[in-house]
């Protein structure tokens, strides 16, 4: 019988989740960005490893909150948590122990988990050890730790082996031949919201949000039409910037990104809508797909 379960890839904001995640599937599908909290639902990437699959499941940072949306994004992560078979935990090595204290806190039902060092990059190995004999008072917790650089040391082997070990005997969940249960019209979504994290600064892309209203797919070319949500006027002058530039730069930034993806051309048209305040309230959260229920 063949290993297979759900994995729930957690940690703070920034912790490299998403980017781990694209590593390891060898496809560019969670949107990532350097500003936090840019992940906002779960979604599922699909990893085979030999004859075992691995569904991970990508989460919103752990953090807390009082803004409706970032509860939202809360409770997406702690469902993750409380409904799979293995937690991988990330944590960046210069990190104080703090968050994963609160982790082991959140983690209820004390689902086993793998501690990932991230971001081992950016210090010596002398650090590294460091900072794994602090977590030695934690042994008892969790079932390995390792340190990971998706830059250039780690090799997938180094954790899906260690992922697989922790699995149970189960049939496939999924298609094989298939990297995530999303749909394509989701992905082009995140493609876009990721774009505006890069092109906008400041506060401006935390309160946008992409509702796609249409995929073509015609003989030679995908056609996609996607109308971005902002919560007021000011903040549609900055996404469409002095004579439509900033819109260019989004729209081209989405566009290579899809095609990447894809491999077919792609003709991205974008519109910008204002919503007043859609992220304060549960109704306008709803009506963007945030079906918040506490």
Not at 124 to 148: C, F, G, R
Request: aromatic share 8%; proline share 3%.
């Amino acid at each position: 019988m063949n290993k297979c379960g759900y994995v729930s890839v957690v940690g703070r904001p920034n912790a490299g989740k998403s980017s781990l995640l694209n590593w390891l599937v060898g496809e560019k599908i969670a949107m990532v960005s350097h500003k936090a909290n840019a992940t906002r639902k779960r979604s599922n990437i699909i990893v085979m490893h030999e004859d075992d699959q691995i569904v991970f499941v990508d989460t919103p940072g752990l953090h807390e909150t009082e803004k409706l949306l970032n509860q939202f994004m809360l409770d997406e992560a702690l469902k993750a948590i409380g409904d799979c078979d293995l937690i991988l935990f990330l944590a960046p090595v210069t990190d104080k122990l703090t968050h994963y204290e609160n982790f082991l806190e959140k983690n209820k039902k004390n689902t086993k988990h793998i501690l990932l060092l991230t971001k081992i990059d950016n210090v010596t190995n002398n650090e590294v050890l460091e900072k794994m004999k602090e977590y030695e008072e934690y042994s008892e917790n969790y079932e390995a730790i390792i340190p990971v650089s998706i830059k250039k040391q780690t090799r997938h082997s180094d954790i899906l082996d260690v992922v697989v070990k922790n699995l149970p005997e189960h049939p496939y969940l999924y298609d094989p031949e298939i990297m995530t249960t999303e749909h394509m019209r989701d992905i082009f979504k995140e493609f876009i919201r990721e774009s505006i994290f890069e092109n906008i600064s400041d506060e401006i892309p935390y309160e946008t949000d992409v509702i796609i209203n249409r995929v073509e797919e015609k003989k030679d070319l995908d056609v996609v039409k996607a109308t971005i949500i902002v919560q007021k006027g000011t903040q549609k002058g900055m996404i469409v910037g002095k004579g439509g530039s900033a819109i260019k730069r989004i729209g081209k930034d989405a566009r290579l990104k899809i095609e990447k993806l894809t491999g077919r051309k792609c003709f991205l048209e974008l519109f910008v809508s204002i919503k007043k305040g859609w992220t304060k309230n549960k109704q306008g959260l709803k009506e963007l797909g945030y079906d918040v229920t506490f």
